[in-house]
């Protein structure tokens, strides 16, 4: 199926999709431009099917009507609870407030973090759990700028988030005016890294990252956390812990709470004590 897959986008097929019925047959469906005539992008798909020797496949080649997937996509959006008492919603699905919820909206852009990933799960667990009131945080890697949002509904004095992508600047802008309002001035996003800012300390830092991009702003993320402070690290799963509490241990930092969201770690790290 993958070999499949690919042979459609070498066609310029400008959307897959892949279902199995209960008996286990699976079906491609692959979306091409209008522009291109039928009865030659039958042709072409039929010498697919015969060089991936499946010539007795059954192929279907039809029309779609006009759908307006800017609404289609929305079907698959719900809100969604995380931790003890966050609520993390679309904006155009309103929910009823339960007094001591935090209510956080995101319009699911091109930038990560809509709540729904458990990596971004784990981490608003772990602000829930470390954060103390009064905090200056650092967010690496800020996405929609949904923890930065969470970090100032938990306590936070203020928030700096950083992210290389200026769509995910864009966005981040975006979702921390609507959340936050008059307090959105205790937040400040930039584009850069953690070695690129101007503060130089910090209270927690939070990184919901893959570990191979991570890895390399360790050391930076390392300078900017304050005395005392904590880093509170997802987006790696549980089979990775071993290898990056070394890499953090180089550093001097220990890693001293951890939990795991549907297989998906969170990891609080601190300065190594000194003997």
Sequence with gaps: ????????????????????????????????????????????????????????????????????????????YQPLRVGRHIVVHPPWIPVARVEGEIHIAIEPAMAFGTGGHESTQAALMGLENHLQPGDRGLDVGTGSGILSIAAIHLGADTMTAIDVDPVAVANARHNVRENLGDEAQRVTVERGGPG?????????????????????????IERRLATGGTVLFSGMLEFERTEFEREVAALGLCCDTSWVCNGWLGLGVRRRAKK
């Design 1 to 76: 199926m993958d070999e499949l897959s690919d042979a459609c986008h070498e066609l310029n097929s400008c959307g897959l999709q892949t279902e199995s019925d209960r008996h286990g047959v699976a079906t491609l469906m692959a979306y091409f431009s209008s522009d291109l005539p039928l009865a030659e992008l039958e042709t072409q798909l039929n010498s697919v099917l015969r060089s991936f020797d499946l010539a007795a496949t059954e192929l279907s080649v039809g029309s779609e009507g006009h759908r307006d997937w800017s609404l289609e996509w929305r079907k698959f």
């Design 196 to 220: 690129e800012i101007a503060a130089s300390a910090f209270d927690f830092i939070v990184a919901n990252m893959e570990r191979h991009i991570v890895r390399p702003l360790l050391a930076d």
